[in-house]
């Protein structure tokens, strides 16, 4: 098993063995032990005798070293135990966004160009006559100048409203997002790691965010029989619970966040790989596995309905093939009028990157 998941970031014999290759390796380790560096280590420690990752002179102890060095690590003084820094998670979500968005590049702040022009964050090459309201931070001096030397001429020069010629500005739209994330038990099932694509996902967006959209939102939640708001640090920790599905819950938390925000632009994203099968009433958990519950499925639908008509899209990234929960997906945007992707673990990143830029780019 360790062998077929982490064969890709094995360096070859043909590559330099030292703390960059090791560091990458040991990234992905901290992941799957969810944050345990004790566990990682001994993990390490098992690659290496399996594919010779260190060298007589670089072993996995001056590697230790090297990560407290670097402030990856840090020694607790309570526990005595290794825990992982700020560092380290920050590291992580940069290659999670390395590794699924590879030739993304960084831009400046709040680059989400719309199609229309108007008071906004960046002037263009477009300019304009002058009309009553507009900002005196717009005009265009030189061109404003040159049409008053054509208008009335050098000698007796003068300057008047009709004279003022007004650059566009393009409207750079600010967009919050409230990424959902299924920790139900049946995302590690069936011998599929779902929830790890899923993390990285997450994990991915918001680096992507943070560097090329810093005046977006962006909010975390999972949801399992209940739902939750996570920070960014422990996104690289998150793990499955023994949980049903409660998308219902889910779905209530995201609008609740979404209405403290302030932006025009708000939508949902979903990764799960199943259906709903639980809510909660008067304190108690209804619960039902099996099948399509009409109780369950009509309150989701109802959340969805509440949903479209506080204009807030939800779109589903549905990890599974099973048709009948396909069906429920395909009803559940309808209700929405969102979108659906019916995806695969490997392309999960891609379409999510490909539909947050796309809906960027217009206001909902």
Sequence with gaps: MLGYRFSKYIPNSNEVKGFPSLRKIFLQLIQYTNGDVG???????ELDKQYQLTTDSYGIGDFIDDLKREGYLTDDPASGEIQVTG???????????EEIFGKLKKSSAGNHTSSRSGQGDDFNADTRAFQFGDNLDSIDVTASIHNAQINHGIDQFQLTDDDLSIREKDHLSQTSTVLMIDISHSMILYGEDRITPAKKVAMALAELIRIKYPKDSLDIIVFGDDAWPVQLKDLPFLQVGPYHTNTYAGLELAMDLLRRRKTTNKQIFMIT???????KENGRYYKNSFGLDRKVISKTMNMAHQCRRLKIPITTFMIAKDPYLQQFVREFTEANQGKAFYSSLNGLGEYVFEDFERNRKKTF
Aim: aromatic share 4%; with cysteine.
């Design 39 to 45: 566990e990682a280590l001994q993990w390490l420690n």
């Design 87 to 97: 560092k380290t998670e920050q590291a992580i979500r940069s290659s999670a966004l």
């Design 273 to 279: 790989d199943g259906k709903p099968t639980c809510i």
